[in-house]
């Protein structure tokens, strides 16, 4: 029989806003394959990553391309809490929820390539993947949000029945709408606050905070950087990346509020390991900033974690694994064809 770990959140780690913290007081029972999964879903997403900003480097991706090593842990953490058909939209750093919900390393890094394996058929490049759960990142800053807003209501308004108001929680899926510190500013997202608590729809709205809006410091552009209360009268959650198993239990919880009660806002306190573009040169942080935080990467921290588990040669054999994968589905994706020219007009606008 398998071994088990029980967790539990610990709820002095979290912040919450219109909540009462016990209500998250849960425990969650893991299988040890459970526990392998997740940092395998990491080392894979920071292993992409790498590849991208290798080939970004050697001029055969183009264009833009903005990488979320350091933020591996919350994409692993959606991965095991989600369910059915819940969607998710992002910001132009999507590669690990476009992983996560389904599309492989091959096609990603396709589509980044600008090769007909892509999910756009290598016409919509880093910014732009996509899949049937997860609808987008998107170049325009916030844009995303209003989306997700959509979806939303999509998931309530198929479950109405005739004369249902629309406050009626019915729905059975959740939309996730995740965005940056940066973005969280942007007049739509507050907007789409209103409706969505206007109308309890099934959404919450993920902040990303990573401390830096492109090369900006957070508390330079926002006069008030408690961002899970932004929403005013829709609850909020605060929650930092280093532990996955924290982060997982909290995005379950939400998803059941979600369904049950009204809207709500999460912000996680994550920090990327990378500069803002891949095209940057230089990074305008200090070294020993970016040393500090290296040091409480999440992926060493659940290695750490692991290790009371799984016997370090089966820890290494789960790297090599993820390594010799990813580059394998590289390579096959460099060796994808270019679309023909009769692409060039197809899926634009109506046609």
């Known amino acids: 029989m398998q071994k088990t770990y029980k967790y539990k959140l610990d709820l002095k780690c979290i912040d919450v806003h219109l909540l009462d913290k016990q209500a998250l007081d849960s425990e969650y029972e893991y299988k040890v394959d459970e526990l392998k999964e997740m940092y395998r879903t990491m080392l894979s997403i920071r292993r992409l990553e790498e590849c991208s900003q290798q080939l970004f480097d050697r001029k055969m991706i183009r ?13 692993a953490a959606y991965k095991h809490a ?10 132009y750093r999507c590669h690990g929820l476009s992983y996560v ?29 996509y899949n ?7 170049g325009i800053v916030g844009a995303q949000v209003p989306i997700s807003l959509g979806l939303a209501f999509r998931h309530k308004y198929v479950n109405l029945a005739k004369g249902d108001k ?3 929680m019915v729905a059975k899926n959740v939309s996730f709408a995740f965005y940056g510190d940066g973005a969280a500013n942007q007049g739509q997202i507050f907007e789409s606050y209103n409706m969505a608590m206007l109308w309890k729809l099934p959404i919450i709205f993920v902040c990303e905070n990573n401390d830096y809006g492109m090369w900006t410091r957070v508390e330079t552009a926002s006069s008030n950087t408690n961002f ?13 990346h280093e532990n996955v198993l924290d ?11 979600a369904l049950k009660t009204c809207p709500l806002v999460l912000e996680i306190a994550t920090y990327r390991l990378c500069t803002h573009s891949a095209r940057d040169q230089t990074d305008f942080r200090s070294k020993q900033e970016l040393t500090d935080r290296a040091k409480i990467d999440p992926i060493n921290h659940f290695k750490s974690f692991l290790a009371q588990f799984v016997p370090e040669n089966e820890i290494r054999d789960i790297e090599k694994s993820v390594q010799d994968t990813i580059d394998r589905e590289s390579n096959l994706a460099q060796s994808a064809k270019e679309p023909q020219s009769t692409e060039l007009f197809t899926n634009v606008l109506i046609q």
């Open 101 to 129: 919900t389904g599309d492989s390393a091959r096609v990603i890094l396709a589509e980044m390539l600008g090769r007909d394996e892509g999910m756009c058929g290598g016409k919509g490049g880093s910014m732009h993947l």
């Open 228 to 240: 899970y209360k932004r929403g005013d009268n829709i609850p909020g959650i605060r929650v930092s």
């Open 63 to 75: 264009g833009f391309c903005h990488l979320a090593s350091g933020q591996e842990s919350i994409y």
């Open 82 to 91: 989600i369910s059915g058909e819940d969607t998710a939209t992002s910001s």
């Open 247 to 257: 982060l997982i239990a909290v995005f379950k919880f939400c998803r059941e509020y």
């Open 132 to 138: 049937k759960a997860f609808y987008g990142g998107h």
């Open 166 to 168: 629309l406050d009626k």
